[in-house]
């Protein structure tokens, strides 16, 4: 038997561990103002006298500059953003040279290729590997909050795209259709069908309660009524009811992605009592397959049999680095030979944590 490996803590990591100190006093506070009047008059006053130097394109003011910063941490404070993460968004899009933040905040392609770049920035630059962690655990924290925030999410059904799928209940049934089209005076679907392909005429009037997800993951639903049927393209379609009430859905803390990883499992359990007790890992191990995996659980493919609430030390390697963590088994699935388990992790290094995000975020090098 050996003893759990003393590097691993606590999942949750906040930002607000790296603050420093911000206490202003009152003398502060009217002298920061003065400063402040003086550099925004000082910016209208050069703004007023000209333009860009001759031979150069007349860039964004500083006073806009200025303003837009503003709006930025606004913005980030309404979605949960403490000072250091705010920090950190702003080096994002500074090193990226963004103009537009509001437009990165709602494409999730734009805003990973600046989060992307600014990981790549603090790997290679930092002046230690310890640094280097805490700031790639800020920039990633940041990220999270922003992949679980209503920007980027839509407000209204006519914004929907073709072939977004709606999961519709009706009644006790649960049934999927893909959008046909949202444009017009309803938003059209492929008309429902059961299980052995026959159409089901639900009818006029009926109130359905509709959920859907957009690619970045973000679910949102909606309630809905069937207002008639008709043909588009030349296929059946039903009718239904736009809304300009969606409402966001909670989803996983964490962003997740499909994946094969072999992994190694060992058994923990307590060992002795009161003060006395301690977490050993047994020397056995069990193979497994990693499914798929986020900063805050996996799910395992495994021959093995386990039992939920079973704890379990994981290890894997992704790239040239190895990864590890401590488990706890929330639920099994069994087919068969094979048993698939769905663990939450409840201890996990900083540097682990940072390497799985890169991963699931697709933003190291590969």
Known sequence: MISLMPELYLLQVSASDFQLDTTISPTQLIIFGAVFAVI?????FLNKRGGAPAGKTKSKSGFSSLFSIFSLNRLGKSIGLNSAQLKMLNYVFKTDGVVDPEKSLSNPVLLDRH????????????????????????????????ENSTVGGISSTRQLK????LNIT??????????????????VAETPRNILGSQIKIPNGTRLSVVFFLKNNK??????????YGHMHGQPAIQLAHSNQLRFLSQRRFRRR?????????????????????????????????????????SIKTNAPVQVGAKFKIEFTQGNS??????????????????????????????????????VYEYANE
């Open 40 to 44: 925004v008059f000082g910016m209208l």
């Open 115 to 146: 989060f992307r770049k600014a990981y790549r920035i603090i790997e290679h630059s930092s002046a230690s590997n310890e640094e280097g962690q805490r700031k790639l655990g800020i920039l990633f924290s940041t990220r999270n909050l922003l």
């Open 162 to 165: 073709d072939d977004t799928v």
């Open 170 to 187: 009706h009644g006790k049934e649960k049934i999927e259709v893909s959008v046909v089209s949202p444009k017009g005076e309803y938003l």
């Open 219 to 228: 679910g949102f639903s909606f309630e809905s009524r069937v207002l008639g």
């Open 258 to 298: 499909q994946t094969v990883i072999a992994c190694l499992m060992n058994l923990v359990y307590v060992e002795g009592s009161g003060k006395k007790q301690r977490l050993v890992v047994d020397k056995r191990r069990l193979n497994g397959n990693i499914a798929d995996i986020s900063v805050g659980g996996c």
């Open 322 to 359: 190895n990864v590890a963590a401590l488990g706890q088994i929330l639920r099994t699935n069994r087919q068969g030979m094979n048993t698939t388990i769905h663990m939450r992790f409840l201890k996990v290094s900083l540097k682990s944590m940072n390497i799985i995000n890169a991963f």
